[in-house]
């Protein structure tokens, strides 16, 4: 398996399950580790479209067994299998449905016509009073009486923690007793609150992404306070994606997988065996097959190479395909569903144009990939996850295609 993003690991998970030795070589983190803890199956404006031409609720779709399996075993995440459909803040302060959601986000997605709470801190990038005016104003919030409110309480204990990064900020928070510290604080607010609001109590509160980067602290937290409470959805870099890291050590350790942190360079077909070359070591690996699972363009598996990259002083030599795989392979790459093909403009393509998703078709970044129709790509190697050529970017779609070359890998050829 070359990546340990979750396409990586839900091969490695079929591969095992189908009795076969694994050995995962990774260069690090990629999306699976950025992304802010929704789970999705399919784009979530998609989702919403559907429901508003359709007139119909946000639909949940069952998942298959294996999808299932292997979200129990990374432990993570929540994906409820009836509905309502999970519903989670986003930072920018707009309401959206997912799939399901990492364990430490709050799930909105039954709390029609109440007030949820947003504590104060002075941090960059927390501004509580406009968090909660803009997802008051959030259409879905308008229609279902979804209420936030900012309110003061203390919840950072040290001076430094209005400066530290919000994965810093989380990881204090896998201390029992700051969690202990934090429930306490929140009580008082709540019992303050209360006061003021005596007919309609809180129902919820809402945090930053702080809760916890070894594991989801949100569950005890609630617990302590008896209100849900969970971390809102950020952008880019997350505690949830610190977890993800975290719960990726250890479902490797319990697959017995053999790890190897390295940068692959290169796949070749020798005989019936594939072999593999590293950036750090010259012995090369032998396997009987490949899963190449190095992600997209965000995960390093693509890179763009446009013909101007080679130019030097002068123009390029000649015209060229502007993106690559970033190892050498015998795969073809595509864009969408047609094949990638040289470029008219020696700069490359016009990024202004396919750099952004425009209506319904995703961004040419998005879409660019290798073509390997099934997840085959040649004999013995496939692809699995963002580096497949026109499929969505998103974390269950990565884990179906995982599981599908995982158990095809394992398959004596
Ligand atoms: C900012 C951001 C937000 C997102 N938000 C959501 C969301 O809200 N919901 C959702 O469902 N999805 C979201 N996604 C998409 C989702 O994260 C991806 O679809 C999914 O994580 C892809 O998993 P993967 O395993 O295919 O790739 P990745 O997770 O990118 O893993 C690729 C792995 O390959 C390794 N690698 C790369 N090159 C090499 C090499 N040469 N040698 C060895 N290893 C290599 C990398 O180090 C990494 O371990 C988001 C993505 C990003 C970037």
């Known amino acids: ?51 508003r031409v359709l007139g119909s609720p946000i639909e949940l779709h069952s998942l298959p067994a294996d999808v299932a399996a292997f979200s129990n075993a990374l432990g993570i995440w929540d994906l409820p299998d009836r509905a309502p459909p999970p519903f989670v803040a986003t930072i920018a302060g707009r309401l959206r449905p997912a799939r399901g959601r990492d364990k430490g986000l709050l799930d909105l997605g039954a709390l029609h016509g109440k007030r949820v709470l947003l504590p104060r801190a002075p941090r960059a990038g927390w ?13 879905l919030a308008r229609r279902t009486g979804l209420r936030f ?20 900020l989380a990881a204090r928070h896998d201390d029992p007793a700051r969690i202990a510290w934090l429930g306490e604080r929140m009580r ?14 809180a129902s919820a509160v809402l945090l930053g992404s702080w809760l916890g980067a070894r594991a989801a602290r949100a569950e005890e937290l609630s617990e302590r306070i008896g209100l849900p409470v969970g971390e809102v959805l950020v952008g880019v870099g ?73 130019a030097g002083e002068d123009l390029p030599a000649r015209g060229a395909i502007p ?27 016009e990024l202004d144009q396919i750099a952004w998703p425009k209506d319904a078709a995703p961004s040419a970044l998005e879409a660019v990939g290798v073509h390997a129709p099934g997840g085959r790509a040649a004999p ?8 497949l050529a026109a499929r969505p970017r998103t974390l269950l779609e990565a884990v179906a295609s995982g599981l599908r070359a995982g158990r095809a890998a394992a398959q004596p050829a």
């Open 1 to 51: 398996m070359l990546g340990a993003g979750v396409a990586g690991l839900s091969a490695a998970f079929a591969a095992r399950n189908s009795g076969a030795d694994v050995i995962l070589v990774s260069a690090g983190a990629g999306a699976s580790s950025l992304g802010g803890g929704a789970v999705d199956d399919v784009p979530w404006e998609e989702r919403m479209h559907a429901a």
């Open 127 to 139: 501004d509580a009073d406009a968090i909660a005016a803009t997802l008051s104003d959030d259409p």
């Open 149 to 168: 409110e900012a309110i003061d309480t203390p919840i950072l204990r040290f001076a430094d923690e209005a400066r530290i990064s919000d994965g810093d």
């Open 188 to 201: 008082e607010a709540l019992t303050s609150d209360a006061r003021v609001h005596p007919d309609e109590p």
């Open 238 to 310: 997350s505690a949830a994606g610190l977890r993800f890291e975290a719960a990726q050590k250890k479902f490797l350790d319990a697959l017995r997988v053999q790890r190897i942190a390295d940068r692959a360079v290169s796949l070749v077909r020798d005989g019936d065996r594939i072999l593999l070359t590293r950036a750090r070591d010259t012995a090369k690996t032998a396997a009987d097959a490949a899963v190449i699972a190095m992600g997209g363009v965000a995960g390093g598996g693509i890179v763009y190479d446009p013909p101007e990259h080679d």
């Open 323 to 349: 993106f690559a795989l970033s190892i050498d392979a015998p795969v073809a790459l595509a864009l969408g569903r047609g094949p990638l093909d040289v470029v008219a403009s020696m700069h490359g393509p």
């Open 380 to 387: 013995g190697i496939f692809v699995a996850g963002d580096v």
